[in-house]
């Protein structure tokens, strides 16, 4: 109680493993995971500015921090996509803000993703970082979890450079994964199950 009335940031303190293990029930907004946004003139949207360097250090390791420059950003949406890439690259950056608020945030709360592409959709899933491909099936469907047989598992980039599925099976770039296999972030997959009554 001392902390509150202190007005401490909870998630920076040292707590006792039992302790520890009850703070999650009182969901308290500082003991989240926590990202800062920091916001800097187009010519220091790479390594960042004094102030957001100053800020960087008095956060330490309690927060996570991503650099960006809004005003580079605006301009470069106005581009469309491969001229917003070309004009960050340009700068210097390698993906979009957003891109990188995602993935920061992503980390942060221990999440991956895969992909799943039919004719129809294409179909981000998040799951649990370090999910197995049987797992990672529960997300789209827990009778997928239970008849796992395989994971067919390809790279986007793969599929963007043979333009379709079977083209990427016919140069044999298309993987098959068992139960065990940990999803990376960005696979595309497809499982093969066995339905269960």
């Known amino acids: 109680m001392s902390l509150l009335s202190q007005q401490s940031d909870l998630g920076t303190q040292e707590w006792s493993p039992e302790h520890r293990a009850r703070l999650p029930s009182f969901q308290l907004l500082s ?21 957001s360097k100053a800020v960087q250090a008095q956060l330490g390791g309690t927060a996570a921090s991503i650099v960006l420059s809004v005003g580079l950003e605006c301009q470069a949406s106005t581009l469309g996509s491969a001229g917003q890439q070309e004009y960050l690259q340009l700068a210097g950056l390698e993906n979009t803000g957003l891109e990188r608020v995602v993935s920061t945030c992503a980390q942060l709360l221990g999440q991956g993703y895969y992909y799943t592409v039919g004719k129809d959709e294409c179909r981000s899933w998040t799951i649990n970082k370090h999910a197995t491909a049987q797992q990672a099936a529960g997300a789209i469907h827990s009778d997928i979890e239970k008849g796992f047989i395989k ?47």
């Not at 044999?172 to 066995?194: A, P, S, W």
């Open 31 to 51: 003991t989240k995971p926590m990202a800062y946004i920091l916001n800097v003139d187009e010519a220091s949207a790479v390594e960042g500015n004094a102030l």
């Open 151 to 197: 994971a067919e598992v390809m790279s986007p980039r793969d599929l963007l450079a043979c333009g379709s599925e079977e083209a990427v099976k016919a140069k044999h770039l298309m993987r098959i994964e068992g139960k065990e296999y940990i999803v990376q972030d960005g696979d595309i997959m497809n499982f093969k199950f066995t339905e269960r009554k």
